[in-house]
């Protein structure tokens, strides 16, 4: 049996989950039926799946050895941050193009673990099922502001503000050609692939696409490129990429949907696109993020938009 005190980073989340964190490779068929036997107890008494956990609950799991980690791994390296906002709960960072927001190795994820293990803000020892995570990401070659939540409970009110679009987030890039009109909103319908981690992008409506909606406005002309200011009014996997490619204007350097022989011209590999700005329009009166209302927070300096005179 294995007994845990529920923490602060604990509470608020389903019983069922919670224990999916604090195990290892434990079938879902397994823990459902530990819950029907009567073998998840919560204070001595039965516990269902659904269950909230709340702060000082003491759950009891009556389930095998093997299923439970010997310990915790801190897999976090430790590396530079450019970091535009930190308060006790949140972290925005400017991600660099070519760093990768999560995985195995070098990643911002990992750099802000680190980080906040260096700052006292994290100790993976003593957390059961929680650590910094994300709120938000942008692809491996696309730089510009990342959310990271220092807490579980910073990390469910941002991911819920983010549901209902109170998260205002722009965009710039690059793409060939002259946008026709120079500013305005297309909408269309978007699929993910089930290989190749790519989307194709419909005008019309049809099976398995999701609507999509996109808007921009030229900032400035040079040289048969135009640099762009987005607006996402949806947010899908390579929104920004596949849909300005389908307009016919694809981002400088796009090795996905961009024109690899403009590409290799004018000599960029990488698509030239940066999520420059943030905005959080929620209510002041948002418990856990009501500080940062009305707040916006830009990167700064832009290459690529600087080669503009922007």
Not at 109 to 134: I, K, M, N, W
Not at 166 to 182: D, F, H, I, S, T
Not at 240 to 246: D, P, V
Request: with cysteine; glycine share 10%.
């Amino acid at each position: 049996m294995r007994e845990f005190c529920i923490g602060p980073n604990d509470a608020g989340q389903r019983a069922d989950k919670f224990i999916f964190k604090v195990t290892e490779k434990l079938p879902p068929a397994l823990l459902y039926k530990a819950f029907r036997k009567k073998r998840i107890k919560l204070g001595g008494k039965r516990c269902l799946p659904e269950t909230v956990l709340a702060l000082g609950d003491r759950l009891e799991l009556y389930l095998n050895d093997e299923f439970f980690p010997a310990e915790r791994k801190m897999t976090a390296r430790a590396g530079a941050l450019n970091i535009l906002y930190e308060d006790g709960n949140l972290l925005l960072l400017d991600k660099e193009a070519g760093l990768v927001a999560h995985g195995e190795g070098d990643s911002l994820l990992g750099r802000v673990q680190a980080y906040l293990v260096g700052t006292g803000d994290y100790d993976p020892e003593r957390e059961q099922s929680f650590a910094p995570a994300l709120c938000n990401r942008i692809d491996q070659y696309t730089s510009g502001i990342v959310i990271a939540a220092k807490n579980a409970a910073a990390l469910r009110a941002m991911a819920e503000q983010i549901r209902l679009r109170k998260v205002e987030k722009r965009y710039l890039c690059v793409v060939l050609g002259k946008m026709a009109p120079a500013a305005g909103e297309h909408h269309a319908y978007l699929k993910r692939r089930e290989q190749g981690n790519r989307v194709d992008v419909r005008d019309r409506e049809a099976p398995g696409f999701k609507p999509i909606a996109t808007r921009w406005h030229t900032l400035a002309s040079r040289e048969g490129l135009s640099l762009l200011e987005v607006e996402l009014l949806t947010g899908r996997t390579h929104q920004i990429r596949a849909h300005l490619a389908h307009l016919g204007h694809p981002l400088l350097g796009d090795g996905k949907y961009g024109d690899p022989a403009e590409n290799r011209r004018r000599g960029y590999q990488n698509q030239l696109l940066c999520a420059y700005s943030i905005r959080f329009a929620f209510s002041p009166e948002e418990p856990v993020l009501g500080g940062l209302s009305g707040r916006e927070v830009t990167v700064g300096k832009v290459g690529f938009a600087e080669w503009f005179g922007v």
